[in-house]
Nanobody, 128 residues
Framework: VQLVESGGGLVQAGGSLRLSCAAS????????MGWFRQASGKEREAVSC????????YYADSVKGRFTFSRDDAKNTVYLQMNNVNLEDTAVYYC??????????????????????WGKGTLVTVSS
Protein backbone atom coordinates (compact mmCIF):
# COMPACT_ATOMS: atom_id res chain seq x y z
CA VAL A 1 0.00 0.00 0.00
CA GLN A 2 1.28 3.43 -0.88
CA LEU A 3 -0.13 6.81 0.04
CA VAL A 4 1.39 9.84 -1.63
CA GLU A 5 0.43 13.30 -0.48
CA SER A 6 0.85 16.47 -2.51
CA GLY A 7 -0.32 20.05 -2.53
CA GLY A 8 1.41 21.39 0.55
CA GLY A 9 3.26 24.67 0.53
CA LEU A 10 3.24 28.22 1.77
CA VAL A 11 -0.08 30.02 2.07
CA GLN A 12 -1.09 33.29 3.65
CA ALA A 13 -3.48 33.38 6.56
CA GLY A 14 -7.02 33.53 5.25
CA GLY A 15 -6.06 31.76 2.06
CA SER A 16 -6.83 28.31 0.69
CA LEU A 17 -4.94 25.18 -0.19
CA ARG A 18 -5.95 21.74 -1.41
CA LEU A 19 -4.06 18.66 -0.41
CA SER A 20 -4.27 15.45 -2.41
CA CYS A 21 -3.48 11.87 -1.50
CA ALA A 22 -3.16 9.21 -4.15
CA ALA A 23 -3.61 5.67 -2.83
CA SER A 24 -2.38 2.51 -4.51
CA UNK A 25 -2.13 -1.14 -3.61
CA UNK A 26 -5.49 -1.38 -1.89
CA UNK A 27 -9.15 -1.72 -2.74
CA UNK A 28 -10.03 1.87 -2.12
CA UNK A 29 -13.72 1.24 -1.46
CA UNK A 30 -12.97 -1.13 1.41
CA UNK A 31 -11.04 1.29 3.58
CA UNK A 32 -11.59 4.32 5.70
CA MET A 33 -9.37 7.29 4.98
CA GLY A 34 -8.17 10.07 7.20
CA TRP A 35 -5.97 13.12 7.46
CA PHE A 36 -3.79 13.84 10.44
CA ARG A 37 -1.39 16.65 11.12
CA GLN A 38 1.55 17.31 13.36
CA ALA A 39 2.87 20.73 14.16
CA SER A 40 6.42 21.21 15.33
CA GLY A 41 6.70 20.32 19.00
CA LYS A 42 3.12 19.10 19.23
CA GLU A 43 1.39 15.75 19.23
CA ARG A 44 -0.18 14.36 16.11
CA GLU A 45 -3.78 15.51 15.70
CA ALA A 46 -6.64 13.93 13.78
CA VAL A 47 -8.03 16.40 11.26
CA SER A 48 -10.70 14.42 9.47
CA CYS A 49 -11.72 10.88 8.62
CA UNK A 50 -14.41 9.26 6.51
CA UNK A 51 -15.67 5.98 5.15
CA UNK A 52 -16.68 7.63 1.91
CA UNK A 53 -19.90 7.17 -0.02
CA UNK A 54 -22.85 8.11 2.17
CA UNK A 55 -20.85 7.66 5.32
CA UNK A 56 -20.22 10.35 7.87
CA UNK A 57 -17.16 12.53 7.66
CA TYR A 58 -15.69 13.63 10.97
CA TYR A 59 -13.76 16.83 11.55
CA ALA A 60 -11.73 18.15 14.41
CA ASP A 61 -13.40 21.12 16.07
CA SER A 62 -10.43 23.27 15.09
CA VAL A 63 -11.14 22.82 11.36
CA LYS A 64 -14.92 22.45 11.21
CA GLY A 65 -16.46 24.82 8.71
CA ARG A 66 -13.09 25.52 7.10
CA PHE A 67 -11.79 22.16 5.85
CA THR A 68 -13.57 19.72 3.60
CA PHE A 69 -12.55 16.09 3.11
CA SER A 70 -13.57 14.52 -0.17
CA ARG A 71 -12.67 11.38 -2.05
CA ASP A 72 -12.74 10.36 -5.69
CA ASP A 73 -13.04 6.59 -5.68
CA ALA A 74 -12.56 6.38 -9.44
CA LYS A 75 -9.12 7.95 -9.02
CA ASN A 76 -8.25 6.33 -5.67
CA THR A 77 -7.57 9.82 -4.42
CA VAL A 78 -8.70 11.82 -1.42
CA TYR A 79 -8.51 15.55 -0.94
CA LEU A 80 -8.44 17.99 1.91
CA GLN A 81 -9.69 21.42 0.91
CA MET A 82 -8.39 23.94 3.42
CA ASN A 83 -10.08 27.33 3.44
CA ASN A 84 -9.57 30.36 5.63
CA VAL A 85 -6.38 28.90 7.03
CA ASN A 86 -4.72 30.35 10.10
CA LEU A 87 -1.30 30.16 11.71
CA GLU A 88 -2.36 27.18 13.83
CA ASP A 89 -2.88 25.13 10.68
CA THR A 90 0.86 25.08 10.04
CA ALA A 91 1.88 21.42 10.24
CA VAL A 92 2.90 18.35 8.31
CA TYR A 93 -0.27 16.73 7.01
CA TYR A 94 -0.44 12.97 6.70
CA CYS A 95 -2.82 10.86 4.68
CA UNK A 96 -3.86 7.58 6.29
CA UNK A 97 -5.95 4.52 5.65
CA UNK A 98 -7.44 2.02 8.04
CA UNK A 99 -10.32 -0.40 8.59
CA UNK A 100 -13.87 0.78 8.12
CA UNK A 101 -14.91 -0.72 11.46
CA UNK A 102 -12.54 1.67 13.25
CA UNK A 103 -14.79 4.60 12.41
CA UNK A 104 -16.81 4.67 15.61
CA UNK A 105 -18.05 7.28 17.95
CA UNK A 106 -18.32 10.95 17.18
CA UNK A 107 -14.77 11.70 16.07
CA UNK A 108 -11.62 10.14 14.62
CA UNK A 109 -10.05 9.11 17.91
CA UNK A 110 -10.89 5.41 17.54
CA UNK A 111 -9.83 5.39 13.89
CA UNK A 112 -6.52 6.93 14.95
CA UNK A 113 -5.75 3.84 17.08
CA UNK A 114 -6.11 1.43 14.16
CA UNK A 115 -4.58 3.24 11.20
CA UNK A 116 -2.80 0.73 8.99
CA UNK A 117 -0.83 2.96 6.64
CA TRP A 118 0.57 6.47 6.66
CA GLY A 119 1.87 8.63 3.87
CA LYS A 120 5.15 10.50 4.25
CA GLY A 121 3.36 13.79 4.77
CA THR A 122 3.23 17.18 3.11
CA LEU A 123 4.17 20.40 4.83
CA VAL A 124 1.71 23.27 5.06
CA THR A 125 3.07 26.59 6.26
CA VAL A 126 0.72 29.45 6.94
CA SER A 127 2.22 32.93 7.02
CA SER A 128 0.75 36.05 8.58
Amino acid sequence: VQLVESGGGLVQAGGSLRLSCAASGLNFDDYAMGWFRQASGKEREAVSCTRGGLGTTYYADSVKGRFTFSRDDAKNTVYLQMNNVNLEDTAVYYCTTGPLWALRGSDCSNYFKFVDYWGKGTLVTVSS
